[in-house]
Every structure is written in C-alpha cells, then in structure tokens.
C-alpha cells in the first residue's frame, strides 16, 4: 500500500499570500497519478486537481499542482478567504487508492 | 446534474451488519463512463476508499476491508449500497458515496453529503 505523507500538518497565512503544500509517496506514482481535495468543515471534499497537474472542471487558476514520481506540490497563488480548508492528495495508479491525512489551510 | 445522496442508520451496535444506500439522481448508475464506490473518513483523518462497483456487477475493494465489505447495484431503483459486516468501533466515521472514471482515472469527481456513523452500545 502507498502511504501518502503530506507536510506542513498546518499552514497559517493571510489573504491574498501563496501557499504551497507538499505530498510524497511512500513510492514513485506511475503516470502522475495523483489528485487533490478541498475540504471544508462538515463538507465532502471537492476534486481540485488530477493527473497531478490538471484542474477539475470550475476550479480556479489560482490553484495549481506540480510535480512527478514522488513528489508533488499544490500552489495556490494568491489566498482567497474561501480557500482555507483542508487539503487531501489521493492516488490512484494501484489499488489500494488512499489519500494523505491533509494539510490544513487556515488564517494568520 | 448528477447528485448523490447516502441514507442508512445514523447509530449502531457492536457486531451488527449495517447497509447504507445511494440513490443516483439526475444520472443512471448504469451508465458506461463511470464506476461508484464508497469512502469512509473517521473523525479528525483522512479519507479511506472502501470499495467500487461497475453497473455491470464487477467490484473492486480496499484488501483491508475487503472481509467485512460488499457493495451492490439495484439498477430498477437507480441505487447502490454498502454492506459492512461485524462493526466495531473502529468502523465510526463518515460514509461518503463518490463516483469516478473508468480505470485508471480513478480520481473521485462526485461525492454525495456524507453520513455520520457512529458505532457504539
């Protein structure tokens, strides 16, 4: 099973600041098959970014995903006050799919 | 558009067996570009995919829970559920019923509000 670790456990930062939150794999992920999640209190989470660089469908430019084999980054380029919330990555290349306990978001 | 919604007991005991159900509006469970599944995520962590089905009656499951897990389609009922055999407090959490692409597009695109469920005597 690939055990996805997610760093800062907390990111606090004021609006309209970049926030920049990592995921590593236990493993090199094939293809990039990596997504990641918005989650907001006593929400479901809401798919932001897949194949580790593409956005779902509405989601804003300023949230951008990097990366490869390993290693993978959310940007976010400048805060908006409905973006703090808790961020997951999952992936997806081989079962079992699991996600990382998240990053939360939240204001300085 | 497409909407999920999950309904099933809120409160059960140690060792039952409870079933929960997503009903699929606005879209058919049969459909041929997606697979539905189930997630799980206890309070305070993260999310846990539990399993997936295809209409067709194929499904797929997390090999930890795989033991204690079945999920079914009810096409005519345009439904699927989970089934979650001898539950123990571990198993308290939230069950979100979520859909997703064809392999290996595995991503959760759709996910319904979510159920709390609360194991406990």
């Known amino acids: 099973e690939i055990v996805l670790t997610q760093s800062p456990g907390t990111l606090s930062l004021s609006p309209g600041e970049r926030a920049t939150l990592s995921c590593r794999a236990s493993?090199?992920?094939?293809?990039?098959?990596l997504a990641w999640y918005q989650q907001k209190p006593g929400q479901a989470p809401r798919l932001l970014i897949y194949?580790?660089?593409n956005r779902a469908t509405g989601v804003p430019d300023r949230f951008s995903g990097s990366g490869s084999g390993a290693d993978f980054t959310l940007t976010i380029s400048r805060l908006e006050p409905e973006d703090f919330a808790v961020y997951h990555c999952q992936h997806y290349g081989t079962s079992p799919f699991t996600f990382g306990p998240g990053t939360k978001v939240d204001i300085k | 558009q497409v909407q999920l919604q999950e309904s099933g007991p809120r409160l059960v005991k140690p060792s039952e067996t409870p079933s929960l159900t997503c009903t699929v509006s606005g879209g058919s469970v049969r459909s041929s570009d997606y697979f539905w599944g189930w997630i799980r995520q206890p309070p305070g962590k993260g999310p846990q995919w539990i399993g997936s089905m295809f209409h067709s009656g194929s499904t797929y499951y997390n090999p930890s829970l795989k033991s204690r897990v079945t999920i079914s389609v009810d096409t005519s009922k345009n439904q699927f559920s989970l089934r979650l055999n001898s539950v123990t407090a571990a198993d308290t959490a939230v069950y979100y019923c979520?859909?997703?692409?064809?392999?290996?597009?595995?991503?959760?695109?759709?996910w319904g509000r979510g159920t709390l469920v609360t194991v406990s005597s």
């Open positions: 979520v859909r997703h692409g064809a392999f290996p597009h595995w991503y959760f695109d759709l």
């Open positions: 194949g580790a660089s």
């Open positions: 493993q090199s992920l094939g293809n990039s098959y």
